[in-house]
């Protein structure tokens, strides 16, 4: 037994040294870059491991690696559905005389962890650099891309090794390979897939509109499945290539959801191509399997909502291969006679075919490219539009309801018209509100409520104009509150920005409707106001005082404000940017005489002099 106890010993002593030791990795060629990538492939330079319990960390997979446990894949993209986790290993080799920065990119968009380990010396320690989830806050992404990117930086003149794992709930398709991208290059193209799948969407969105005009107007029920099954795919795509948790659900979201919508979308197309094809009627053995197809739709969306990762992913896998049965059921009705089932039956061939490749590509029968990926979406979107023109076709065998349908859409149009102008009513009225509000923004600081800089400067300089031509007195008084830089670090900015709100409203509180008050910016506020010097001196001076007596309760202690006030008043044809010019300097010399006081500046425009108020203030 002793025996036993130290062969034991031994072994773990043994596997222990051989993680301290560098890994053999001189058998996997380093790939070689240089900055400028475009999306290329790994291409065969890496190496996998499945950890089928999912639980393995980084010294398991360097003893795997130790082991000769890693192998190339041999499928062509995927591992296939598999339980647990894929560990890739790589090496990323820089013969630049600079840094190379780059996104690494998970080439799939349904995967739902994935880590990443990078060293830079072989006798180093691997350090982690990515730990991402699908579930967490699209905000934590570090690099903001609808596709799982990890950002890494190979050393001028070295090679960088590197560990993914890539993991999922229980079961799931991996494909362990990754694109590599010069940060810009890749900033480019997710541009372009923005910008496809909007253009996509809007196709799909247009369409739908189409069908429920078609479905008011005619009264016919293929037309609101297909316009429900419109407005399913307007979810669904956007889901599944991860714009929605781009845009839309950014916290909170779950691979469920993918599921869901799938399904949704699943079954509203197998109800319009029963409704369409009259397969209850006319291909009833057909109608059968359609019914089953439905019913597995169903199964996934409770597979989804308790989130039952394997039969989920086994329900999307059946729904795809069984995908030929929609055309199958077409040809049948083209057969039987009826001419639209022809174009129908082309549009879901096509879609067929694009489904068909997915799960080829996910079982790792067919290479992941851009065609493979993209083809699903974009055969989706052709498929609507063929269908479109089937029910065109359709449409011409009803023209013995011509009659009926023309009074029905006389009807639904002076319905539309009384509709149309009380929307157009009320919008012409939320838009003459919308108008108000946006120029009393324009006009406002939105953080206190006051004038901002450009309305003040505007409304002081109309007031200066009119006391001119009435010859009555004019000034303007600076404010500054007093160590506002130090209440912003010592408290932070949501207390700094309470301090501006608390002033600016007692400032507010104590002048006259007519005065003008304004941010300039920054804790920095101006008052354009009529009267003479020594009225201008003696509001200011109740200004500060008022102002000294605002208390601000923090997580600290109670913090107290003053603030430092320069005034200038209008002499002879003094312009309004001299005077603020003077207030400027009355208030820098507030701050300098000890601030919470009142400096007044007098002179002209060649010179001015400081006088302070003659109350003793202390900073």
Known sequence: MRRVHTFCGLKQLLVWLLCLLPLPVQALEALTVSGLEDGVRMDGHFEIWHDPEGRAGLETARQALAGGQFAPLRSKGSTGLQPGAFWSHFRLANPTGHPVSLHLEY?????????????????????????????????????????????????????????????????????????????????????????????LSGGVLLMALISAVGWISMRETFFAAYCFYGLSKLAVWPTVMGFTHQFLITDNFHWSYISIIGAITLATGLWFARVYLQTRTYTPRFDYVLRFMLFNALFLVVAALFKLTAAAVLSVTIALLLTPVMAVAGAIRWYQGARDAAVFTVAWTFLMFGLFMQALRDLGLQTHDFVTYYWPVVASYTEMGVILVAMGVRLTRLRHKKEVAERRYTK??????????????????????????????????????????????????????????NGDP????????????????????????????????????????????????????????TGSREQA?????????????????????????????GVAHMEREDPLEQLLAMADAALYCAKQFGRNRVECATGTQESSVISGSEKPTTP
């Open 474 to 529: 004019f000034n303007i008084v600076m404010f500054d509150i007093d160590h506002f830089k130090r209440v912003n670090d010592t408290y932070g900015h949501g207390v700094g920005d309470l301090a501006l709100v608390e002033f600016s409203q007692t400032i507010r509180e104590h002048i006259r409707e007519i005065d003008v008050l304004g941010r300039l910016g920054g804790e920095e506020f101006a008052l354009a106001m």
């Open 412 to 469: 639904q149009l002076e319905r539309n018209k009384a509709e149309l102008e009380a929307l157009v009513f009320e919008r012409t009225k939320d838009l003459e509100r919308a108008k108000t509000v946006a120029e009393r923004e324009a006009r406002t600081d939105a953080l206190t409520g006051t004038d901002n800089r450009r309305s003040f400067l505007l409304q002081a300089e109309g007031m200066m104009q009119r006391c001119r031509l």
């Open 107 to 199: 080439v799939d968009h349904q995967l739902i962890y994935l880590s990443a380990y990078q060293r830079n010396d072989e006798r180093g320690d691997f350090a982690r650099i990515a730990d991402l989830a699908l579930e967490r806050p699209f905000s934590e992404r570090p690099v903001p891309h609808h596709r799982l990117v990890v950002p890494v930086e190979i050393p001028e003149g070295g090679t960088a090794e590197f560990f993914f794992r890539f993991g999922s709930d229980h079961q799931g398709y991996v494909f362990p390979d990754l694109r590599i991208w010069a940060p810009e290059h890749l900033q480019y193209a997710q541009a372009q897939e923005t910008w496809l799948m909007a253009f």
């Open 537 to 565: 001196i003696r509001t200011a001076e109740r200004l500060r005082q008022a102002v000294s007596e605002i208390r601000i309760v923090t997580d600290l202690h109670t913090l107290h404000i003053t603030t430092s006030i």
